[in-house]
């Protein structure tokens, strides 16, 4: 009998611990497949839908998907939306192709969505009719629904491919970055090699940087060049310019600027201590401003300091570029298209490229150059100029103080110093 009674309470209660009904009420919430990958086909169509994020700034609209279309295979969309308990509510859907695809196939996508009437919408997906069952569909999350500014600067970097493995760079970067006042990078990751993979989980660890898996390589057939045909693929440069719109929106409601640029380039500032005593400067005179650009200018990565001043023996065996050891600017051929990257006020964007802001809702700012631009440690641009011609330009020294130690407890963290040098820290 005590058997008994102890087996039936012991079935009692495991019974009532069970998950099987929070399953079912996840079920009944959202009776359809529901996404939460970062790259999500969509059925019956060529296309392929990354997020979708509250977007009331266009006029009729509340809903605004961000995709890669196929170009030549557009058809009528409908948005199907899960309303709290309800789902397959439908409305017709707006879509727009980025003009800036590079002649790809595909290309960055918006597609415009109005809500139903009385539908506090959680997630959606598209129809290519409006009597198709929903429930056959993937639906993706709604973003931005009440998100709260917490940032200043956000930095996003558009994909990491090919193995990239460029660590001291990356962490001097990231480290000078901080210096500057920035509060979070956003970088989009195909693939990395395995010591900078260990430093991107170190920073993810921290807070610092949010790293957004993207492997479009499992959909597409990615280019690794910008112009179509002479580099082959499906999409430009990885979905360079998807990513850089998707890590707007993803910024749009909890940062007051967002910076785009590679992760070999500084957005550097040379009249200000940081980016935020910057634009704390020239956000004011400029309230109307929505994109700030910035110009372009390589230090040419094959030009050494000749003091080796800053070739520490503890980077020595980091694989990457020490920064600090390139001090000579080239000045920009003008009189060819010479590129620029930006800082955006995100709530005043609508689509970007990768140099310039495609639609926005505000004006345009150039910095003079005097007051801000672009180090760019990499290949020479012109590399038939002379060491003589180049300028010499210590502006990354002026941080040397409190860059080095904070690099230095970077690479400790993430285990990518020599054991013999981590004990000297």
Same mark, same amino acid.
């Given at each position: 009998m005590v058997i008994l009674i102890y087996s039936m309470a012991t079935e009692r209660t495991t019974t009532a611990r069970s998950p099987i009904p929070k399953l079912q009420q996840k079920k009944d919430i959202y009776p359809v497949p529901i996404s939460e990958e970062s790259i999500t086909p969509l059925k019956d169509t060529k296309h392929l839908l990354v997020s979708a994020f509250m977007d009331r700034r266009v006029k009729g609209f509340d809903i605004r998907i961000i995709g890669i279309f196929r170009r030549d295979s557009i058809q009528p969309l409908h948005c199907s939306f899960c309303c709290g308990s309800v789902f397959n509510q439908t409305t017709p859907a707006t879509v727009l192709i980025h003009s800036d695809h590079f002649g790809f196939p595909y290309g960055a996508t918006d597609v415009l969505c109005p809500l139903p009437k009385n539908c506090d919408a959680s997630h959606l997906t598209l129809l290519t009719k409006p009597s198709a069952n929903a429930s056959e569909h993937t639906f993706i999350p709604i973003r931005n629904k009440s998100e709260k500014i917490r940032f200043n600067f956000t930095v996003c970097i558009s994909t990491l491919f090919g193995d990239y493995n460029n660590v001291l760079q990356f962490a001097q970067t990231l480290e000078m970055y901080k210096l500057l006042g920035v509060d979070r990078v956003v970088?989009?990751?195909?693939?990395?090699?395995?010591?900078?993979?260990?430093?991107?989980?170190?920073? +993810?660890?921290?807070?610092? %940087?949010?790293?957004?898996?993207?492997?479009? /390589?499992? #959909? *597409?057939?990615?280019?690794t060049g910008w112009r179509f045909p002479e580099h082959e693929g499906d999409l430009q440069y990885f979905g360079q310019i998807v990513t850089l719109n998707e890590c707007i929106y993803r910024s749009m409601e909890r940062s007051r600027y967002v910076l785009l640029n590679d992760i070999d380039e500084i957005i550097m500032p040379y009249k200000h201590d940081n980016l935020v +005593?910057?634009?704390?400067? %020239?956000?004011?005179?400029?309230?109307?401003? /929505?994109? #700030? *650009?910035?110009?372009?200018?390589?230090?040419?990565?094959?030009?050494?300091?000749?003091?080796?001043?800053?070739?520490?023996?503890?980077?020595?065996?980091?694989?990457?570029?020490?920064?600090?050891?390139?001090i000579y600017r080239e000045d920009p051929d003008r009189s060819v298209y010479h590129p620029h990257k930006m800082i955006v006020r995100p709530k005043l964007i609508e689509q970007t490229s990768v140099h310039e802001v495609l639609r926005k809702f505000g004006e345009r700012y150039k910095f003079p150059l005097d007051v801000c631009r672009i180090i760019h440690v990499r290949v020479a641009l012109r590399g038939y100029l002379k060491l003589e011609e180049l300028h010499e330009d210590k502006r990354l020294w002026d941080f040397q103080e409190k860059l080095i130690p904070n690099v230095d407890k970077a690479l400790k963290r993430a285990g990518l110093l020599p054991a013999e040098e981590q004990n000297k820290l």
């Open positions: 970088v989009y990751n195909t693939s990395c090699g395995p010591e900078l993979n260990r430093l991107l989980e170190s920073y +993810s660890q921290e807070g610092f %940087l949010e790293v957004v898996p993207w492997p479009i /390589g499992k #959909f *597409l057939k990615p280019s +005593s910057l634009m704390n400067t %020239l956000g004011p005179q400029h309230p109307n401003v /929505g994109e #700030f *650009l910035i110009e372009n200018h390589v230090f040419p990565k094959q030009h050494f300091e000749p003091s080796k001043r800053f070739h520490l023996p503890q980077w020595e065996k980091v694989p990457g570029v020490n920064i600090l050891e390139h």
